[in-house]
């Protein structure tokens, strides 16, 4: 097989392509020929090492990928050889065969393709969360959607269009025509407009129900300020802390200070009729039981047409340097791919 792995911290270029024997599928596991494998935000501060939850380097990295089960292992129903999956992967998803147990396989409908498939748990299975279970967001409520131009911001999109919500959504300015093309109601160019008066400008003052961010720092500190009575803000990552391609200390530290450690404090969350929570996808291992209902639900909107993954670009294995170059030259609307 050929992995991509993360040789050392630093910047895309550490990223090296390497072979290695096929793995056999476990007790419990199918393996895929992967087709397409997901590149996510997390696999970023992962390289440049912000992300604590990534093993010891040199690691592959990777929580997803999409193709066809090619071998399957003892315990396994047998019906799943030869099937067109999509699976969640715990790192090791940087690569062109992957073993997974079935608890972490979906079935790929007809009609889906590997690229389509690939970019759907992340960035849908965050956006539900957020959206569905733990923002409980509601028909005419308006949601401020950050970094809208992502993976996650054109998956809550479509979701929260679906459910008949208004979408306010932050971008770079060169990505908001397509953006208001894909269903955003009002956008933000928030690197040279404050995100927080314009927000109040297109909500008469109100505020908004329900914010998703993940850009952390001062950013959490004005969307609490921003929330109507009975909002609710949703923080799932610290993308301010990547000021460039390498760590830079000051940049997190930066972030942290920023951060409103006291302002969420039980009285000030009574008194203010507001709800704050976090979501980590990636601490959810014990609870897959809970995310398949997610994505069983999502496969539905899938075949509806409301889950419509967006892809901005795939990148061959040779190329990922660049593919992660592309993603921090903020250049992707869409989700962004490996394929082997
Ligand atoms: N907690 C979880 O379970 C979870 C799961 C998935 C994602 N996330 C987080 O959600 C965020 C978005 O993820 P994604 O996969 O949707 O992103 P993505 O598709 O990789 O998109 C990256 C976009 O983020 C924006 N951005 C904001 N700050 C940036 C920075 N400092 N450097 C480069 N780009 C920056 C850029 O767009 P603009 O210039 O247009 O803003 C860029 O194009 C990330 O922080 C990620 O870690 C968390």
Same mark, same amino acid.
């Given at each position: 097989m050929r992995q991509i792995w993360i040789?050392?911290?630093?910047? &895309?270029?550490?990223l090296a392509v390497k072979e290695a024997p096929d793995p056999q599928p476990k007790v419990g596991q199918v393996r895929i020929r992967v087709e397409a494998s997901g590149i996510n935000f997390a696999d970023i501060l992962g390289r440049m090492g912000l992300y604590p939850d990534l093993p010891p380097f040199p690691v592959v990295p990777g929580y997803e990928v999409a193709g066809r089960v090619d071998a399957v292992g003892e315990g396994?129903? &047998?019906? /799943?050889?030869?099937r067109d999956v999509f699976a969640m992967t715990r790192f090791g998803g940087y690569s062109d065969v992957v073993c997974v147990r079935t608890e972490q396989l979906y079935a790929r409908p007809a009609g889906m393709s590997a690229l389509e498939a690939a970019a759907i748990p992340v960035n849908y299975f965050t956006a539900w969360q957020l959206l569905v279970v733990m923002g409980s967001l509601k028909r005419s409520e308006t949601v401020l959607v950050h970094s809208a131009g992502g993976g996650v911001g054109i998956a809550a999109t479509q979701i929260a269009k679906h459910i008949g919500a208004r979408v306010i959504g932050t971008a770079s300015a060169s990505k908001h025509a397509e953006l208001r093309a894909l269903g955003v109601d009002h956008l933000i160019d928030y690197r040279t407009e404050d995100f927080e008066a314009r927000t109040r400008e297109f909500t008469n003052g109100r505020g908004v129900e329900l914010i998703l961010d993940a850009v952390g720092g001062d950013s959490v500190k004005k969307g609490y300020r921003l929330l109507a009575p009975t909002g609710r803000l949703g923080m799932f990552g610290i993308s301010a802390a990547v000021t460039s391609k390498t760590r830079n200390p000051l940049s997190m530290l930066s972030v942290l200070a920023k951060t &409103? /450690?006291?302002?969420?404090?039980p009285i000030a969350l009574i008194n203010a009729n507001k709800g704050v929570f976090g979501v980590n996808l990636g601490h959810l291992w014990r609870e897959l039981d809970r995310v398949r209902e997610w994505g069983d639900r999502l496969l539905e909107l899938w075949a509806q047409g409301v889950v419509k993954p967006k892809i901005a670009r795939s990148f061959k294995f040779d190329e990922a340097a660049q593919a992660h170059h592309f993603i921090q030259d903020r250049g992707n609307i869409g989700k962004v791919l490996l394929v082997p």
């Open positions: 040789t050392r911290a630093g910047p &895309p270029e550490v396994v129903d &047998p019906v /799943w050889a030869g &409103p /450690w006291l302002q969420f404090n």
